[in-house]
Every structure is written in structure tokens, then in C-alpha cells.
């Protein structure tokens, strides 16, 4: 009986850790939930059911967080700006990207388990570019011009999504190795 005891500790930061990871395609902040459950469980398991997670994991679970961010945000102001966007562009990209995300992951997709990931991450991306070309348009650009940023908005927004979610399985991975090694 108690040894079953000491693997609910690494069992529940596992599963946890794959929540917060899910919550990545939705614009929520996956990796830093990720990133702090590990610091919790390192700061608050005990000791002996820490198995080998310890301060180098918390480290490299934080450093692929900041990554996973930094990468998500570049992608997608990089996008926009090398379009030629504006600073609302970028900006209403942003806003337009959390929108699409979150109604994408509530209407989801006739696609049997992935349905709502692909959801969310269609309608975050489709957010981004409705974001970008509404932005240009305030600015005073015509449509016409508006679709090229929009376009790059687009792409920006997924494959900064894309390097986000790579991070956070980097995260998982120290978790899992932690877990079990």
C-alpha cells in the first residue's frame, strides 16, 4: 500500500503537465502551467517521492517555457511586420488569434480526437489574419493591400503556434524523464 502512495505524486504531475500542455492550443499559457508544476512539485513533494526531479529539471522546464514564448511571439510579430504590417496589425493579430483559438476549441471539428486541436489551431491562425487585415484597414490601407499582411499573419501565427507547442513536448519530456529516470 504505500508504495502505491508514492506514485501518485509522480503520476499526478505527469497527467497535469499534459493538461497544461493541451491548454498550449487554445492560447492559454500551457508551458509556464507546465513550467509551474514542476516547481511546485519540486518545492512541495516529498523528498522521497521526488524520485529525480530536481533543480536541473525545474531549470530546463522554465528555459523551454521562455523558449516556447519567445518563439510563439516572434513568429507572429515577424509575420505581420515583414508584410509590412503596422503596429495595430501586429497588435489586433494578437487579439484576433486568442478569439479564433478559443472559438475554435468550443466549436471544433467533425475530426474524430483532434478535432478540436485542429479547431483551435485553424481559427487561431484565421483570428490572426481577420486581426492583421482589420488592423491595416483602420490604418487606411485599402483591402487589396490589407491581404498581404493578412497572409503572413496567418503564417506567423501557426508556425509560432507550432514552435510553442515543440517547447512545451520538451517540457513534458523532462517531466516524463524526471519521472521515471
Keep these: 500500500m504505500e508504495a502505491w502512495w508514492q506514485l501518485i505524486w509522480p503520476i499526478g504531475l505527469v497527467l497535469l503537465s499534459v493538461l497544461a500542455w493541451g491548454s498550449n492550443f487554445v492560447t492559454l499559457p500551457g508551458n509556464w502551467i507546465a513550467a509551474a508544476l514542476v516547481i511546485a512539485y519540486y518545492l512541495l513533494a516529498p523528498e522521497q517521492q521526488r524520485i529525480s526531479l530536481g533543480r536541473t529539471e525545474v531549470i530546463a522546464a522554465v528555459g523551454f517555457a521562455v ?11 515577424l509575420g505581420a511586420k515583414k508584410a509590412g504590417g503596422s503596429r495595430r496589425a ?35 491562425a484565421l483570428g490572426a489574419t481577420a486581426g492583421a487585415v482589420l488592423g491595416e484597414w483602420m490604418s487606411g490601407k485599402q483591402w487589396k493591400e490589407t491581404i498581404p ?33
Design 67 to 77: 523558449l516556447g514564448e519567445l518563439l510563439e511571439f516572434a513568429a507572429a510579430a
Design 90 to 124: 501586429t497588435m489586433m493579430a494578437v487579439v484576433g488569434s486568442m478569439i479564433g483559438a478559443m472559438a475554435g476549441a468550443l466549436l471544433g471539428l467533425p475530426i474524430p480526437i483532434f478535432g478540436t486541436i485542429v479547431a483551435a489551431l485553424l481559427f487561431g
Design 149 to 181: 499582411v493578412g497572409h503572413a499573419a496567418f503564417w506567423g501565427r501557426l508556425l509560432g503556434t507550432v514552435g510553442k507547442i515543440c517547447a512545451g513536448i520538451m517540457i513534458l519530456l523532462v517531466v516524463i524523464v524526471g519521472v521515471c529516470v
